[in-house]
């Protein structure tokens, strides 16, 4: 595989990595369009992500760092809020719902924006936030168990 890179229109950097057929394949770096920030850094497979890599906010800071396929959040992984604390750890599952980040959670730990758990357990549904089976935490300090008789 060669490496090389692949600038937008506006002759920005977009991609610097592994190529192969003159798209993003293999270990590479996603660029925003101003060239500078990072959107993505890991493997690639035919233009998109695929495998272990890390999703940036436009502002810098890291929103997702785990398995994907294509543009999809998929298994093992972590998502942040933009203020850097835990969204989400755990497992996810193919979404389909198209957009950068789609994904479902399947099992794991749900976070408040400051950093408190708000649920561990199974999720079901269509919506990340449909809980199956396990502990939700209000932000009052009450705990309700959900999915256990």
Same mark, same amino acid.
């Given at each position: 595989m060669k490496k090389g890179r692949i600038y937008y229109d506006n002759g920005n950097l977009k991609y610097d990595g592994e190529l192969k057929n003159n798209e993003p394949h293999g270990e590479?770096?996603?660029y925003w369009?101003?060239?500078?920030?990072?959107?993505?850094?890991?493997?690639? $497979?035919? !233009? *998109?992500p695929f495998g272990? @890599?890390? %999703?940036?906010?436009?502002?810098?800071?890291?929103?997702?760092?785990?398995?994907?396929?294509?543009?999809?959040?998929?298994?093992?992984?972590?998502?942040?809020?933009?203020?850097?604390?835990?969204?989400?750890?755990?497992?996810?599952?193919?979404c389909h719902y198209f957009f950068y980040g789609a994904r479902l959670y399947v099992e794991g730990k749900l976070y408040? $924006?400051? !950093? *408190?758990?708000?649920?561990? @357990?199974? %999720?079901?549904g269509f919506k990340n936030y449909e809980f199956d089976t396990g502990t939700e935490y209000l932000e009052d300090d009450r705990i309700i168990v959900h999915g256990r008789d």
């Open positions: 590479g770096i996603g369009e101003n060239g500078i920030d990072v959107w993505f850094k890991g493997t690639f $497979k035919n !233009g *998109k272990k @890599g890390k %999703f940036y906010y436009n502002t810098g800071q890291l929103r997702y760092e785990g398995e994907f396929e294509g543009l999809e959040y998929v298994g093992q992984g972590t998502e942040y809020y933009e203020n850097g604390h835990v969204k989400f750890t755990g497992r996810f599952r193919k408040y $924006k400051t !950093g *408190k758990l708000r649920y561990e @357990g199974t %999720f079901k």
